[in-house]
């Protein structure tokens, strides 16, 4: 596997310059459970953790890995795993305000690409909360796309498509059905390989079957991941 298919550009080679020197291997993470963390690189997948300097040098949550992150790892030789020195710089990141006695912004995933917001054109459907999901997408660094699913249970789909149209200028909006194949081409242009897409919306809006679908209609390269 080449990097450039994780989404490696010259922007993270620059990053990682540094690491390099001191004989690091990039890895990506592509998975977060507590602070254990699974990572891909050329040589496959690895578990994956952070060192004790790490840890005594980054106090904040935010300075942790996040699902999307590129990190510079040392391999442990004869095993599928590895040990995290630093993270490297973001070109994009989700987080959320995490509870507790002092609020602090918790990531959620870092170096997305382009993000589709989906919203059900079904009782799912509500305009102010489009809004407020769009803010974030923007506040993240990311390109925001609009998928307005299930425009089959729905009458009205163009009306609506025109209604967040109206507060979402220069956003891509599109109606589709998740089970109509020639919807679902039609977001093919915005899967390119080496680019990290990410799918965000409430629960039963449809985020898992676009992601089934696509992926057996497409073969491209691209990194996709599901935000609730």
């Known amino acids: 596997m080449q990097l450039s298919d994780l989404g490696w550009n010259s922007f993270f080679e620059k ?15 592509i998975r977060e459970n507590r602070e ?3 990572a891909c690189g050329k040589k496959g997948e690895f578990s994956a953790e952070v ?24 391999l442990i030789p004869g095993e599928q795993k590895a040990l995290i020195h630093g993270v490297l710089v973001r070109k994009s990141l989700f987080s959320r305000k995490a509870a507790g006695e002092i609020t602090e912004e918790q990531p959620v995933a870092a170096n997305i690409d382009t ?29 925001p796309v609009i998928l307005l699913n299930k425009s089959d249970l729905c009458e009205q789909s163009e009306i609506r498509r025109v209604e967040v ?17 020639g919807d679902l081409e039609n977001l093919k242009k915005y899967l390119k390989p080496g680019k990290t897409v990410a799918f965000l919306g409430s629960s039963g809006v449809g985020k898992s079957t676009i992601i089934n679908a696509d992926r057996k209609s497409t073969r491209l390269n691209s990194s996709h991941g599901k935000l609730s």
Do not use: C, H
């Open 15 to 29: 990053g990682f310059a540094a690491y390099e020197s001191e004989g690091y291997t990039a890895l990506r993470i």
């Open 51 to 74: 060192t004790g300097k790490f840890r005594f040098e980054n106090s904040s949550r935010g300075q942790f890995p996040a699902v999307g992150d590129w990190v510079a790892a040392t």
């Open 115 to 143: 993000v589709f917001i989906i919203t059900g054109l079904d009782s799912n459907y509500n305009l102010r909360r489009i809004e407020r999901t769009l803010s974030m997408a923007f506040e993240s660094g990311a390109i």
């Open 165 to 181: 149209e109206s507060i979402a200028p220069g956003v891509d909006v599109l109606t589709l059905s998740a089970y109509n194949p």
């Open 36 to 38: 254990k963390y699974l």
